[in-house]
């Protein structure tokens, strides 16, 4: 399974899972099921999600064909 575009960002930001779900109001348990894709996150959670790590929803969360 490919590495998630929000942990690589993530990582990219210097964020630990902890520090990105305190600004998205989450648990760090559920970012970590976001980034292993086992959690389908609510639109308003994904927009958060973007705006905490100044990307698009395109750029984290579209898949590729």
């Not at 109001?25 to 790590?53: F, H, M, S």
Request: hydrophobic letters at 45%; charged letters at 30%; a negative charge.
């Amino acid at each position: 399974m490919a590495v998630s575009k929000v942990k690589i960002t993530r990582i990219e930001k210097g964020l630990t899972q902890l520090e990105l779900a305190q600004l998205v109001q989450v648990t760090r348990q559920t970012i970590g099921l976001i980034e292993l894709g086992k959690y389908n996150p609510t639109l308003k959670l994904c927009i958060d999600i973007a705006r905490a790590l100044d990307k698009t929803l395109d750029d984290l969360f579209w898949e590729e064909e």
